[in-house]
């Protein structure tokens, strides 16, 4: 019990850390103040005459790159706040907590501006009988790789607010998460005990009920309650799936066999709950984010509908990869089949319904989103095995549908019944 507390305050610990933008900047003002009397003691011992500043140049010199910090870390924060703005409005609010405040090259440069800042005001505090001519050195090595990082992280921001970039960015999450989610491919060899389960007892001999503040269910141990339900020779069924709201005296676990003993506490301490979904065991957040990010594209406030084209792109690249794996994953058991964690994750029609019905509901007036969509719905219905053509088909006969719906003209519905990779581009 006490390593299932310790694991999950690590988990909490390392999610507030990846999603807070102001851990490493503190932690850059506290080295700042371990190395400054340390630099200190290596000018007194050695006697450094580096580049021979004399007092008053030494003491300018520190307060000019003291206050040329300040400016930066001024404009950066208002440059982000910019940034976070226009994301927010033109692309979705949930590409701030997986994209921004997760953004490495943003955090370092933060933090290298502040190491510098404190840095300099530390050595000025300590230069006024004598000048610490390595201290100096390494503030002005420093303030020139902040300054070089800072053009960098200039060129970077523009090039990463881009929407094709933000869209690449949550696609190539969502590919990960989906490997990690669903680990069989189909045409790979399969982990029998990673399955549907087909022999769960019709009701449940216990049910635990979630105690704590309504939350989403980030993440669990599957791996941990899998190891608990087979030592006691129970079945321990997950009830909410990750990424599900889930409130109050809501049902949590049903508990079948010897599982019925296991301490409530440690269960639920196998559980990751917080405000909002993240991607790590929620391959369907991903293509939330990307369908998020086409519906505004398609709004008439935006009317960008080359957007939803780039966000169609990526959703038909994860779909493809979705496709082509085993979906019923839905538990963890031993050797009999019988003893472990079940659980729910999404199944295919699951994917295809979220990642067509509201591009097409938004999109239908748009040549180049119909097109598109047909392109993505054609395509995977030729590369993916026929048991996944069902849904497919469902959506292309819906897509016919609003099509005559919303182009009277038959010029019209000629040119957007053809699927078309570009939107309106050229057709092989």
Request: with cysteine.
């Amino acid at each position: 019990m006490a390593m299932r507390l310790i694991r999950l305050r690590l988990y909490r610990l390392s999610g507030f850390r990846l999603s807070s933008i102001w851990v490493l900047p503190v932690l850059s003002m506290a080295l700042a103040v371990v190395l400054t009397p340390i630099l200190r003691a290596i000018d007194q011992a050695t006697g450094w005459k580096v580049l021979g500043f004399g007092p008053n140049g030494s003491r300018a010199l520190l307060a000019m790159l003291a206050a040329s910090m300040l400016s930066f870390l001024v404009f950066l924060f208002s440059a982000l706040l910019i940034a976070v703005q226009i994301a927010s409005a033109q692309l979705t609010p949930r590409v701030i907590a997986t994209t921004f405040l997760q953004d490495r090259p943003v955090k370092a440069t933060i933090g290298l501006i502040v190491l510098t800042f404190t840095l300099s005001i530390g050595v000025l505090g300590r230069s006024e009988q004598a000048v610490l001519q390595l201290s100096t050195v390494v503030c002005i090595l420093l303030s020139l790789v902040t300054i070089a990082m800072f053009l960098y992280m200039i060129d970077y921001s523009l090039k990463a607010l881009r929407p094709v970039s933000v869209i690449g960015r949550v696609a190539t999450s969502g590919r990960k998460v989906i490997h990690d989610v669903y680990p069989d491919a189909l045409d790979a060899k399969r982990d029998v005990r990673r399955s549907v389960l087909t022999t769960r007892p019709p009701a449940p001999d216990r049910t635990l009920y979630h105690a704590e503040t309504s939350a989403v269910l980030r993440a669990a141990d599957f791996r941990w309650l899998s190891d608990t339900a087979q030592a006691v020779q129970g079945l321990i069924e997950l009830v909410p799936r990750v990424g599900t709201f889930i409130a109050v005296d809501e049902p949590l676990f049903h508990l079948y066999g010897g599982a019925v003993d296991l301490d409530p506490g440690s269960l639920r301490s196998a559980l990751a709950f917080g405000q909002e979904r993240t991607l790590e065991q929620d391959p369907m957040f991903a293509f939330r984010i990307l369908v998020d990010i086409a519906a505004k594209a398609l709004s008439p406030a935006i009317n960008d509908p080359t957007t939803a084209v780039l966000a169609i792109d990526q959703i038909h690249r994860l779909l493809r990869v979705v496709g082509k794996r085993h979906l019923d994953a839905h538990a963890m058991l031993d050797e009999s089949g019988r003893f472990g964690v079940a659980f729910r994750t999404p199944d295919w029609e699951d994917y295809v319904t979220l990642s067509v019905s509201e591009i097409r509901q938004y999109g239908a007036t748009s040549v180049q989103v119909v097109r598109r969509l047909r392109a993505m719905l054609e395509n995977l219905r030729t590369s993916l095995p026929p048991d996944r053509w069902p849904p497919l088909e469902l959506q292309l006969q819906v897509l016919d549908r609003a099509v005559a719906r919303a182009f009277l003209d038959p010029e019209d519905q000629a040119i957007a019944g053809v699927a078309d990779f570009e939107g309106v581009g050229q057709v092989d």
